[in-house]
């Protein structure tokens, strides 16, 4: 495969990666926020077990469907940076074990969002307690559909996800 070819496939699934994580944010944008959320969108955080381009797409993703929610700005930046990291983790995770590919999506999002959800939106809960609603929201849409998805496309990896090579 061609360097432009190569380019051309990553930018595409980029782009379809975050388009699909938009979408899911945008269709399921009353449960997504708050301190009490359950973002559907990210059970897509196990795609760095695939393939390089859920990085940047999982980022890219996340940052669109906060701008497009009418999320505050901080919320847009310290989400989609807390996003960016958990990708970073989840794909150096990926040769490790497929089970621990969900845990820095859990982690960053956990550790940071009450942070924003403090900062950005006035949220008065103590910090532990909204560590734990988002933690839970974290483990139930990447730790529990998240797997499940997992192990959906882990069958169909080489068909989807396959490296051409010249």
């Not at 700005?73 to 995770?93: C, E, K, R, W």
């Not at 997992?150 to 396959?162: Q, T, V, Y």
């Amino acid at each position: 495969m061609h360097f432009q070819d190569k380019r051309t496939k990553m930018m595409t699934e980029v782009a379809l990666i975050a388009a699909v994580y938009v979408a899911l944010v945008l269709l399921f944008k009353p449960i997504s926020f708050g301190a009490i959320q359950f973002r559907i969108a990210e059970a897509l955080c196990i795609l760095p077990f695939f393939s390089l381009s859920a990085v940047p797409g999982i980022a890219l993703g996340c940052l669109l469907g906060n701008f497009f929610s009418g999320a505050a700005m901080p919320d847009v930046v310290f989400g989609t940076f807390a996003t960016l990291i958990a990708a970073i983790g989840s794909y150096q995770l990926r040769n490790v074990s497929k089970w621990l590919v969900c845990v820095p999506p859990i982690l960053a999002n956990a550790i940071i969002i009450p942070f924003v959800l403090q900062y950005a939106y006035g949220v008065t809960d103590a910090y532990y307690f909204l560590f734990a609603t988002v933690g839970a929201g974290e483990i139930l849409a990447v730790g529990v559909l998240g797997n499940i998805l997992l192990l959906a496309l882990e069958s169909r990896k080489d068909s989807i996800f396959r490296q051409n090579v010249a």
